[in-house]
């Protein structure tokens, strides 16, 4: 072969790779409303920069005729390229190819990119479409999975890690998207299950549709398994490119700070009127968020789920935050166990990925009742304090209104080594709420009382005139400074500075034992 014929036979061979399964199964994808896996990673990655690996890799599997069924690069486009620039390892499944199942070479080539990835300390996006083992092959597809779990499981906590289903992830398949940090979903065109609703029906008699068993709407709002429920895989490569650009590349980088134009001591003159007088009266927290950080731009995970819990990323002054905050818009910004999990959850990914977390507080408590407690509010709720403790980031706290109870001790401290914890004026941080705190301490004496209503509510009153304030925490140094709302921004972000160097360690363990 001459030179001119090898490098046609390249050509020819990578035309070959690039159209996968073929121009009609591409077809099929498009009347689906899916791209194909090369689409997805050219609208994801900056133009040009994808280099692709193992375009010409193809099974080894002899049985079932696969021996007459190769193609290109095996149903799987890996490889690396930049996102603002800056380095990503890439995986998309080809369901043009035998379904996106998963054979032994396959995982491979995910495998190899998983440890360049980890070498090279850049995340790893997986875009996920596949029909899950290839069937023809068994054993080895199993292997090939548990090697990638593996992985998963090392890089955790090194280097971010992003899973976007954009069609079928079914059965064992799904554990690998569960062991990364952040999984996106695209609204009735992509699920995830165990089972199908076929063998559900079967085992459990359930009827269920493949979009109420393991759809985008069901996982982001009742399971917590996705983070986001897109409205189209556009929308989905959006949130991830969004997502990235808050985190750093690995464990031992800062996240990313950007030149900021939004004032420094931008005030809120909004936030000194936004508590009600009514202290039973719901106002929206993220209010506050958006009042206070850079452009009013808040980008919030699990947005649908446990919703009386806010969590997302955002920035002062350019620097990239976690936000946590208790919602009293929604269930009086009780914390119960689906909102402890999804609130230790993102505290552990920030403090994996030194990314400093705000909190704010108003909390009447922990939920009471039977569910919550059959459901195991202890040991959920305690996530919550284990993840707040072991955090060596910078963590600052802002109590706007309630602070009550066990609650107080778990939203980020001063007790669980917040560095520097505020109060508004308008705090209220006490044992319980003062009604309750009323009838436990005079029930008694209430009985007795010529009008025991009338009695209560005295007493109800005095408590509150004694405790219900920020003044007595503020005495003991809990609270470092009760400040004017509308300052919120500026002290936050000095504060955030002051933290800039900070420098805080646990004791050297294995590791700890989390209540999972
Ligand atoms: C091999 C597969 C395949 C698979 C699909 N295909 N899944 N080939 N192994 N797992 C092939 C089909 O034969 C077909 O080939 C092409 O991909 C497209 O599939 P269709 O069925 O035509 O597509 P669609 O109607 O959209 O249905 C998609 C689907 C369905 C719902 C995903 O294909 C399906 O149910 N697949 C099997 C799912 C499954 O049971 N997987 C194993 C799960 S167990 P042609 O040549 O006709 O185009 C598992 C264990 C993992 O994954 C454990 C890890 C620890």
């Known amino acids: 072969m001459n030179t001119k014929e090898q490098l046609d036979k390249l050509i020819k061979l990578r035309a070959e790779a690039q159209l996968g399964g073929g121009q009609k199964r591409i077809d099929k994808q498009h009347s689906m409303g899916r791209m194909t896996a090369r689409e997805r990673i050219d609208m994801l990655l900056d133009p040009g920069t994808f280099e692709e690996f193992d375009m010409f890799k193809t099974h080894r599997c002899r049985d079932f005729g696969m021996d007459e069924t190769k193609i290109l690069g095996d149903g799987v486009v890996t490889g690396y390229g930049t996102i603002d620039g800056r380095l990503i390892y890439v995986f998309a499944q080809d369901f043009t190819v035998l379904g996106g199942s998963l054979s032994e070479t396959f995982a491979e080539k995910i495998c190899k990119i998983m440890d ?87 085992v459990t008699h359930e009827d269920v549709t493949v979009e109420q068993l393991g759809g985008a709407a069901m996982h982001s709002s009742r399971s917590g398994v996705s983070d986001y429920a897109a409205t189209s895989e556009a929308d989905a490569i959006r949130f991830v490119k969004k997502l990235i650009s808050f985190l750093p590349q690995n464990n031992m980088e800062s996240p990313p700070s950007i030149p900021c134009e939004d004032p420094v001591i931008r005030s809120s003159d909004l936030l000194n009127t936004i508590i009600p007088e009514n ?183 005095e408590y509150h005139d004694a405790v219900a304030n920020p003044y007595i925490a503020a005495q003991r140094g809990y609270i470092d400074d009760i ?26 363990k294995k590791h700890g034992n989390i209540p999972l």
């Not at 980890?118 to 292997?143: C, F, H, T, W």
């Not at 850079?294 to 955002?314: C, H, Q, R, S, T």
Request: glycine share 10%.
């Open 116 to 202: 360049l990835a980890m070498k090279n300390g850049a995340p790893v996006i997986g875009l996920n479409d596949s029909g899950g083992a290839r069937i023809q092959e068994g054993i080895e597809s199993l292997a090939g999975y548990t090697d990638i779990f593996l992985r998963n499981v090392m890089s955790s906590g090194v280097i971010p890690q992003i899973s976007a289903i954009f069609g079928p992830c079914a059965g064992g398949a799904v554990y690998s998207p569960a062991l990364t940090d952040f999984i996106l979903m695209v609204q009735n065109n992509s699920y995830m299950f165990l089972t199908g609703p076929k063998v559900v029906k079967s």
């Open 279 to 461: 202290l039973n009266e719901a106002y929206d927290m993220k209010q506050v968020i958006l009042q206070t950080v850079d452009n009013g731009d808040f980008f919030e995970i699990k947005e649908a789920f446990a919703p009386n819990l806010i969590v997302g990323f955002a920035r002062y002054n350019g620097m990239s935050v976690g936000i946590v905050a208790n919602q009293p818009a929604n269930l009086s910004g009780v914390l119960d166990i689906d909102s402890s999990i999804k609130g230790a959850r993102f505290v552990r990914f920030c403090d994996c990925f030194n990314i400093p977390v705000i909190t704010f507080v108003d909390v009447p408590g922990f939920l009471p009742g039977t569910a919550q407690e059959y459901g195991g509010v202890i040991r959920n709720g305690a996530k919550m304090l284990y993840a707040y403790a072991e955090a060596t980031i910078p963590k600052i706290t802002v109590i706007t209104r309630k602070a009550y109870g066990g609650a107080y001790c778990v939203m980020s401290s001063k007790h669980l080594r917040g560095d520097i914890n505020y109060a508004w004026p308008s705090a209220q941080i006490a044992v319980m709420g003062s009604k309750g705190a009323a009838e436990v301490l005079y029930s008694r004496q209430a009985g007795k009382a010529e009008n025991p209503a009338q009695f209560l509510a005295e007493k109800e009153q």
């Open 483 to 508: 400040i004017h709302p509308s300052t919120t921004r500026f002290r936050i972000i000095k504060a955030l500075k002051t933290l800039e160097n900070k420098r805080d360690t646990n004791p050297m």
